[in-house]
């Protein structure tokens, strides 16, 4: 760094090579080594220790609140999304409203790239039941596009799920809406 | 954040290999899902690339740990391992993740050959990043050029890129290849390739090639131009960069026109960098010196002064007050000069009083209250302001921005501190301060969840509580051992019967009926008198009498049967009863499933406590270390202002007295050319 033992006409003889030379900042990197290395090895190991109580939290929350025996979970993607451009999502069970989300466009970009969304996890009991899902957008043509779609589920004593599964249809060069059940 | 590095590091190899290893980091990830989109095969999976797309390292990992630890992921061979690793280095975690890499590449792992070749890339990624770089090369000779050009071109750019940067440093490939090879096989339409190219000018002006550096950075200069006028398409945060880029050769190639004395051509090169871009003010000071060694003071001053209206972002652009005047004295206004000499050290004194007293109430809340943290929604290059009375960065929320691998984005809106927030070691410094953060807030949240959780199965307890006394109830109402004691007596008494062979304990309704009857009839034949007017009766009743014995002895067999089947149905549902009696006992006795999923609760409860502790620990240290850094930066920054104070100060006597003498007939000293005689 340039003091003001330089003067002006000084600075002006030396600023171009001064500035092309190392200065504090490559010795500050150099000298940091030993002291960050030890405070980052620290955190990355809390860190690994953290994701797993945040993994055992998340399975317990499961057993404990979603038994397999009555889980129900819907899950959302999008195959490629190039027809529609995802707004929002309204999720029904037996005609109750269960999940509804609204879409950032880095959320939709990520399920444009291969991503799958937890659209809701629940209870149901064994037996027959209606899930409809209501998906908003824009369609082609920047047309509003609304769809929705209807499964009949059989709910037996294994865990149940669904994929809300948006697709390019390439025969019209529209989306298409399903929902499919994983075995 | 680079666009700060860039500023501060601008042409030094100390920037040189920041801007190599942040353009790394820029695009580096990601680049494992780039083959993608793919249908995911399994929702876990799918689930999981849904946080990763987002940037959500932690929640993308927790939920491949979750999948691992519930059977894993099917269908996608070794591509999760590969994410997993991705993450990692984009969660900080570049030992766990070289762990990973290694694992796969572990010869009696069955990998498949394209997994295997990619951890070699990334392993030697990592090498890289530790700074390891004979280790780097090593890694990265080891991948398969062909494979991966074929199954990831953007990873093979990457690749070239990375020997390129090890080639500039001192570590070049075993087989001879030279940097001018690896750019030449960049597309030029690559940003690693101009990247490298840069750097491979700036490793030359280090060599004192200044005539390569000129072509080097001239077509460099071309190659930008065209790459931003012919690929409007490029996403927003790499246009930037490039752009970002261009300016930054404008510059260099000002600077070097400089250092050989070509003011004319500095000029021409500074003058084509845009007012309001990130390299404006070294751009504005630069073109004052070369204007100034050009004779041209007045174009100097303009520059001077149009950066004077600026706030003075960083430490060395202190200089201008004082420049100011130097020109002003240059330039034979005297009266001027001394005008800004005197400004200049008002405002010196002012700085300084300001860093003195900045230092002696530094605290971790003034020093968040002086970064702008770039926050989800910004829109691109700018940053949000942050809540002063959080006083932190915002802990455990992600709206935080974040490059990719956990380094806050974040600016100065005290610029005291763009010269200290620049350098790596405060960009890593508040990087643990945030993850720490973070975690803490995660673990808070974990705390409250671990609570509801207790009291839910504390509510359960107690419905079960409930129940249980509901059933006590129930069962005592049956009378359980009265009707086991009428069994015992039942089997008893059948078992006597059968070794004695008494025929009427087995006998029948209607052979009970018949036999009262028959008994009657006896005991109505007794009271009759034993004579002619009775014999027909007696010899009747006799031969009926026979008759029933013979039936009953012929069904013996079968009554038997049907009693002996009774007990054993009797038996048969008495056991079950028994058995479900002994099996509600013990599910109240013991907890049940309850109690299993209490003691879970407790163990995560004393595992995030422990951790609790930890974190607070790391937090305290990483604090204390921040802190330091800061109280540092503010030191010397106020040692040089003191330097600035002093020469602004000595220069504005000397001209006082010069004005003075003169306004008096005295002879007057011209002003310095140099200041040997400042200090």
């Known amino acids: 760094m340039m003091t003001l033992k330089n003067t002006f006409a000084l600075h002006v003889a030396s600023l171009a090579l001064a500035l092309w030379l190392p200065t504090a900042t490559a010795q500050d990197n150099g000298e940091s080594g030993t002291d960050d290395g030890a405070v980052a090895l620290s955190v990355e190991e809390l860190k690994k220790q953290v994701i797993r109580l945040n993994r055992d939290l998340f399975i317990l929350e499961e057993d404990l609140l979603y038994p397999a025996s009555t889980q129900f979970a819907v899950f959302l993607s999008l195959d490629t999304g190039e027809f529609l451009k995802l707004d929002s999502v309204k999720l029904k069970v037996n005609d109750e409203t269960v999940a509804a989300h609204l879409y950032t466009e880095r959320q939709a970009r990520a399920l444009q790239r291969g991503g799958m969304q937890r659209l809701h996890i629940g209870n149901l009991k064994t037996g027959e039941h209606e899930v409809t899902v209501f998906v908003e957008g824009i369609g082609p043509d920047n047309r509003a596009y609304k769809q929705a779609a209807t499964y009949q589920l059989q709910k037996d004593t294994d865990t149940a799920a669904l994929e809300v599964r948006i697709r390019d249809r390439s025969s019209d060069y529209q989306p298409e809406v399903a929902i499919v059940e994983w075995e | 954040m680079i666009e700060w590095l860039n500023r501060i590091t601008a042409g030094t190899p100390a920037g040189l290999a920041l801007t190599g290893a942040l353009a790394a980091l820029l695009h580096g990830p990601m680049a494992v899902g780039d083959e993608l989109p793919q249908r995911a095969s399994d929702p876990a999976y799918g689930v999981a690339l849904y946080e990763y797309y987002q940037g959500n390292a932690f929640e993308a990992l927790t939920r491949l740990n979750v999948a691992s630890a519930e059977g894993g992921i099917d269908g996608h061979g070794d591509h999760p391992a590969l994410v997993e690793g991705g993450l990692m280095l984009s969660y900080g975690m570049t030992h766990e993740a070289g762990a990973l890499f290694r694992a796969l590449l572990d010869e009696d792992a069955a990998v498949a050959p394209g997994t295997r070749n990619q951890a070699w890339f990334y392993l030697g990624k990592v090498f890289y990043l530790e700074q390891d770089r004979v280790a780097a090369r090593d890694a990265l000779e080891r991948v398969d ?394 010899e009747t009743f006799q031969r009926m009498k026979a008759y029933f014995n013979w039936r009953l002895a012929d069904d013996y067999a079968v009554n038997r049967w049907a009693a002996e089947k009774q007990l054993r149905e009797l038996d048969r549902a008495m056991n079950v009863f028994v058995d479900q009696r002994a099996l509600i006992e013990q599910e109240m006795a013991s907890g049940g499933e309850n109690q299993a999923l209490a003691a879970r609760v407790a163990a995560r409860q004393a595992a995030l406590q422990r951790l609790q502790g930890e974190v607070n620990k790391a937090l305290s240290a990483a604090r204390t270390e921040l802190l330091t850094l800061v109280d540092t930066e503010l030191l010397q920054q106020s040692q040089e202002v003191q330097g600035y104070l002093r020469a602004t100060r000595h220069a504005a006597a000397r001209l006082a007295d010069t004005l003075f003498l003169g306004r008096n007939g005295a002879t007057v000293s011209p002003a310095p050319e140099a200041g040997g005689d400042r200090d």
Do not use: C
């Not at chain 2, 090169?269 to 007045?298: M, N, W």
């Not at chain 2, 004194?349 to 002086?370: G, I, K, P």
């Not at chain 2, 070794?499 to 009427?504: G, Y």
């Open chain 2, 145 to 538: 050029v062909d494979l991966l050009e074929d199954e990831n071109e953007a990873l093979y750019h990457e690749w070239l890129y990375l020997r390129g940067q090890l080639a500039l440093a001192g570590t070049a490939a075993t087989n001879g290849e030279t940097v001018d090879e690896l750019i030449d096989a960049l597309p030029e339409s690559s940003p690693w390739r101009a990247y490298l190219h840069y750097n491979q000018a700036v490793g030359r002006l280090a060599e004192g090639q200044t005539e390569a550096v000129t072509a080097d950075l001239s077509s460099l200069d071309d190659l930008l131009d065209e790459l931003i006028r012919e690929q409007p398409e490029l996403e927003p945060p790499l246009a930037n960069e490039m752009s970002a880029l261009r300016e930054r050769v404008k510059l260099s190639m000002g600077r070097l026109h400089l250092s050989r004395g070509d003011f004319a051509g500095a000029k021409a090169s500074l003058e084509q960098i845009v007012l309001d871009g990130v390299f404006s003010d070294e751009a504005l000071f630069d073109y004052a010196v070369a204007a100034s060694r050009e004779g041209k003071a007045g174009l100097a001053l303009q520059a001077l002064n149009t950066l004077q209206q600026r706030p003075l972002f960083t430490p060395w652009l202190q200089q201008v007050p004082f420049a100011r005047g130097f020109l002003f004295e240059q330039m034979g206004r005297q009266q001027q000069a001394l005008q800004a000499y005197r400004e200049a050290a008002s405002h010196y004194q002012s700085l300084n009083t300001r860093l003195s007293s900045e230092q002696e109430q530094l605290t971790e809340a003034r020093l968040v209250d002086a970064l702008r943290f770039g926050r989800e929604g910004d829109s691109p290059g700018q940053v949000g302001s942050m809540d002063p009375a959080l006083a932190r960065p915002e802990p455990g929320t992600p709206t935080v921005l974040t490059d990719a691998y956990g380094r806050v984005k974040v600016r100065p809106e005290d610029y005291s501190l763009a010269g200290l927030l620049a350098t790596e070691r405060f960009q890593l410094s508040l990087r643990d301060l945030h993850e720490l953060y973070r975690l803490q807030d995660s673990l808070g949240q974990w705390q409250k969840q671990l609570e509801s959780f207790d009291i839910m199965l504390a509510t359960r307890a107690q419905q079960r509580e409930q129940r249980i006394r509901e059933t006590l109830d129930a069962l005592e109402a049956l009378n359980t051992d009265q009707w086991l004691a009428r069994q015992a007596e039942y089997r008893s008494a059948i078992e006597d019967a059968l070794a004695r062979e008494d025929l009427r304990f087995f006998m029948t309704q209607e052979q009970h009926e018949l036999a009262d009857r028959l008994a009657q009839v006896e005991q109505t034949l007794s009271q009759l008198p034993d004579d002619e007017s009775t014999r027909e009766q007696r």
